[in-house]
């Protein structure tokens, strides 16, 4: 499986739901896009939480210097995004692709997030609650819909909301993958956990048509 992880903005817990992803499939990971904190990017934090010994780190298609939007931090430091340069990494493994942000961040003058999926990928939204979340998750499947993709499964980051979770769940019709809880802190362990209790869902989207 291909499995896209997007978010329905930034800050909402895509890294480490992609450290759960890849923990509970042993599965290979890729962001395409790093903007910033190269010393320390989510492929570094991909690293240090999982703990399986199969999964293959692959480099990013763009680092960039500055935490910004990338199609910013692209113009900061002379370059231009461009699709063509952003080639799939070749694995017979499962594959994590993480987003950056939500789907129309910005790449270039005319490409956004959305723009890196393809009709083979699984998408997996990541919701965390916040007052206008459950607009922003909307808008987020709608619109990935309106592309000609389907969502596979929604991941919720943060502390439970029952009424919110099944409105969403209820309005999309979308399989809830699970739901991870505030946490003091995401170590190995905890990953761990998590892709324990996730594994099952996840490979029943194996059999799932995208």
């Not at 170590?187 to 761990?192: A, E, G, R, S, T």
Request: aromatic content about 6%; glycine content about 6%; some cysteine.
């Amino acid at each position: 499986m291909k499995l896209f992880i997007t978010g329905i903005s930034t800050d909402v817990g895509k890294t480490v739901t992609s450290a759960i992803v890849v923990e509970a499939l042993e599965a290979d990971y890729w962001k395409p896009i790093q903007a910033g904190d190269l010393d320390n990017s989510d492929s570094h934090k991909i690293k240090s939480k999982i703990s399986n010994l199969q999964s293959k780190i692959f480099e990013n298609a763009y680092k960039l210097n500055t935490p910004a939007s990338p199609h910013l931090a692209a113009e900061i430091d002379g370059v231009t995004i461009d699709l063509k340069q952003i080639i799939e990494p070749k694995t017979d493994n499962h594959l994590v692709i993480e987003g950056a942000g939500g789907i129309f961040v910005p790449l270039n003058e005319s490409d956004t997030i959305i723009d890196l999926i393809k009709p083979d990928y699984k998408v997996i939204v990541v919701s965390r609650h916040y007052l206008g979340s459950i607009n922003h998750t909307l808008l987020t499947i709608e619109a990935i819909r309106n592309r000609g993709f389907e969502v596979a499964g929604i991941i919720f980051s943060g502390s439970e909301n029952k009424s919110t979770e099944s409105l969403i769940l209820n309005k999309t019709g979308i399989k809830c993958i699970g739901r991870i809880d505030e946490e003091p802190y995401f170590d190995q362990n905890v990953i761990k956990e998590y892709a324990d209790l996730f594994r099952t869902n996840l490979l029943s989207l194996e059999k799932s048509k995208i």
